[in-house]
């Protein structure tokens, strides 16, 4: 992969990694690693500007109260030549917006507003969340993104800040089932999120811009950053705009669910909401939060597995390096960014990128930090040789991630989020498809937790007692987790099957033209009006089911134009399962006919009933991904 090549390009540029740091540093050498910490990253970053083509980014670090490090690099509009400027210029943060969503409801909390153990519903109107399990929705579980909601994402992004509609609105419209008991296993939910934040402005009487703008932004000084959008006049044009795909496809990004990814903001402005979230809620005389309130935000609340990285109520843990982090990272369709929190040593650091899709980016700034400041060695040791429990041999197969749809259209996210564990040799696993490590190969250590054989990363395998299925969590990925496919669910039974319809489909009209025009010459057999009508019905339905396949194609092969909502040619498309279904149903009734009467001979009826029957097979296929 292409990141490989940063250590050899910073050494090229002269940066060599300093040695392992005494376990205690002394104030002296504090300072003098500090010292070398611009020059160190501002070498990272410029690298990475070249190695992976990104226009440009923004970078804040803040340890013991003071900003270590501020400054902008490359552009933030690559044709007009604009630099970026760590003070001025203004980035997308995706997801890092949520730390200030949660930030507003601990505020509240220690208002007595808000019961983060209370029914979300108690505190919604004209909107409600349904009674699927007998345990509630709370605040806790939106915050920990354990309320078991579905993923529900097509609609999530406006055209312009003109398609934009009332968040409640948005709330209702887009309202996901609930698929997982609450408090039980986590299941990202940017729905979750947005959903806070409206009950954070109905309980504040005010709207949710206007609130975190109050109450967190301008007590921290923080007047270049905002929620609204659009922009107002001052900010707007110094936003840089976002970079996507190959061809450069360039936007800025609106969000229906605008308390969970509208945050635009400078690298300077959130050097302050660090410095505060480090210093217990407090900055200078301001304080946003009371120190208890900062604790539970930088507290484990939740996690799948002990021996995995939990969340807190903001914040996501992470171990790197052998360090215990916080952090929140960020990815729209046009912008990467993360927040860092380094509680021990105090450090907080902040880097956003006009670039989708560079996340491995912001590790590796992290990484070479961490290098530079933390004491004791950073790199972990190899792992041990490992051991063969016998666990491996049952654990292949495809997990499919909770962050999907599971009764919603949403559920063609499948497609793209399915982890392949297979087992390697006894006691080894080869797992392709998790969300932070490449395919590598995982050394058991101990029953069901195996670790990566060059870092420090493990994965956890445990089987629910109570329905036997086996989940598979990812240690630094704490806000979801992996449930392993049943065998007639996996990508190579719907291959086939989908490849055995498509062929029957195919061979059908074929052979039926050539009859047609034998026909045309020769003048039809006379027979019964069911053994006239089979022929067109079936034939229908055929070119209705290839139709679709070929329309879902393009469809997915665009996929993030559905995160704008469905498109007239998706929504035409989707039409075409309920005419298979129609078709389908009348092919059937006619086969039933044509054997009870014995129309025809014994091969037409034959193959007449496997039309019948892969047309029934495809149903079956297009319900699973509820497409019907």
Partial sequence: MLHRLLPIFLACLGYIPPPALPQMMTVP???????????????????????YDIPGATVALVGDGQVLHLNGYGYADRELRIPVSAERTLFGTGSVSKVFTWTAVMQLVEQGRLDLDRDVNDYLSGLQIPATYPRPVTLAHLMTHTAGF?????????????????????????LPARVYPPGEVSAYSNYG???AGHIVART?????????????????????????????????????IGYRGKSDITGYGWYQARPSAALRTTAADMAQFMRAHLQQGRLGDTRILQPASSAAMQRRQFTNHPAVSGITYGFLELKRGGQQLLWHPGDTLFYTAALFLLPEPGLGLFV????????????????????????????????????????SSGLAGHYRSTRTGVTSLEKL??????????EAKPGSLQISGLA????????????????????????????????????????????????????????????VLLGGTALVFLTAIAVWSLRALRHRQHGPAMA?????????????????????????????????????????????????????????????????????????????????????????????????????
């Fill in 436 to 495: 932070l490590v490449e395919d590598v190969l995982w050394v058991e250590q101990t029953p069901g937790i195996f670790r990566d054989s060059g870092s420090e990363e493990i994965v956890v395998f445990e089987k629910d007692s109570n329905t036997g299925n086996i989940w598979l969590f990812e240690g630094n990925t704490p806000v979801f987790g992996y449930t392993r496919l049943p065998w007639y669910t996996t990508p190579a039974v719907h291959s």
């Fill in 352 to 391: 956003a990128y006009n670039r989708a899709g560079v996340g491995h980016a912001r590790l590796e700034l992290l990484d070479a930090i961490q290098t530079h400041l933390l004491p004791g060695g950073y790199w972990p040791e190899p792992p041990p040789a490992g051991i063969d429990s016998g666990y």
């Fill in 29 to 51: 050498q504090q300072a003098a690693a500090w010292q070398g910490l611009h020059s160190l990253i501002d070498r990272v970053v410029t690298a990475q500007l070249f190695l």
């Fill in 150 to 174: 579905e993923e529900r994402a097509f609609g999530f992004y406006a055209h312009s800040p003109g398609d934009l509609v009332p968040l409640q609105r948005f709330l209702a419209d887009h």
């Fill in 413 to 422: 996210f499948e497609l793209f989020s399915l982890v392949r564990v297979h």
């Fill in 528 to 628: 019964p009006w069911s053994a006239r009508l089979a022929r067109p019905v079936a034939v229908a339905l055929c070119v209705t089911n290839l139709v679709f396949m070929a329309g879902m194609y393009l469809v997915l092969g665009h996929a993030q134009q559905l995160l704008f909502g469905i498109t007239p040619f998706a929504r035409a498309v989707l039409l075409l399962p309920v005419v298979s279904a129609v078709l389908t149903l009348a092919a059937t009734a006619l086969a039933l006919m044509a054997w009870r009467n014995s129309h025809g001979i014994l091969s037409g009826r034959m193959y007449f009933t496997l039309i019948v029957a892969a047309g029934l097979v495809f149903l079956w296929i297009l319900n699973y991904w509820r497409l019907l």
């Fill in 193 to 195: 999120a947005a959903l």
């Fill in 204 to 240: 504040a009487g005010m709207p949710f811009e206007r609130y975190i703008e109050t109450r967190i932004l301008e007590p921290l000084g923080m007047s270049r950053s905002s929620f609204r959008q659009p922009l107002s006049p001052d900010l707007a044009p110094d936003l840089a």
